[in-house]
């Protein structure tokens, strides 16, 4: 016999579990937001490993042993919940956006690689190197500014005044 109760009941205080899944999420927000944001558009073997196991790690501090799964659903829309107000007040409020989503880091200006904020991010230059290849650049000269963009991507305005890295001869 299925007990409806201890599968839909809540077998943990709902204000805990909203209270767990609120500390852990701003944690592991913060942790990426400081230590982890530079991705170059794709992501690590290692960085997939250090999710999953932040993944797991979390999982026991958020839970607190919950056994029914209006425990779960109500942690996962605790969780999809702040995430939805981050992204709606970081699109209304300007000030927001600046702490949530970093801003624009020139990698190359005017031909010339700038180290320091290539040791920030901790990229390397055959990294910069072939995502600018792929852009169809060839010589770090034609680039006027290279930018990594909060979402890891590089976008790059060439000094003939194209963008994105069209290769030359194409419009």
Request: with cysteine; hydrophobic share 45%.
């Amino acid at each position: 016999m299925v007990d409806w109760s201890r599968l839909f009941g809540f077998s943990v205080n709902p204000a805990e579990i909203v209270l767990r899944g609120t500390v852990i999420y701003w944690f592991i927000f913060l942790l990426f937001r400081v230590i982890l944001h530079r991705d170059v558009g794709a992501i690590a073997i290692a960085d997939v490993m250090l999710l999953v196991l932040i993944a797991d790690a979390a999982s026991n501090g958020m839970s607190g042993n919950y056994d029914s799964i209006t425990d779960g659903c109500l942690l996962i829309a605790t969780l999809a919940g702040w995430n939805y107000l981050l992204d709606s007040l970081s699109f209304h409020f300007p000030a927001i956006r600046r702490i949530v989503q970093p801003p624009p880091l020139a990698l190359v200006q005017n031909g010339k690689i700038q180290r320091k904020a290539m040791r920030r991010e901790l990229i390397t230059v055959e990294e910069l190197e072939s995502k600018l290849r792929e852009q169809g650049i060839e010589n770090l000269k034609e680039v006027k500014i290279a930018y990594l963009e909060e979402d890891g991507e590089i976008s790059v305005l060439l000094h003939d005044g194209r963008g994105n890295g069209t290769p030359t001869g194409q419009a």
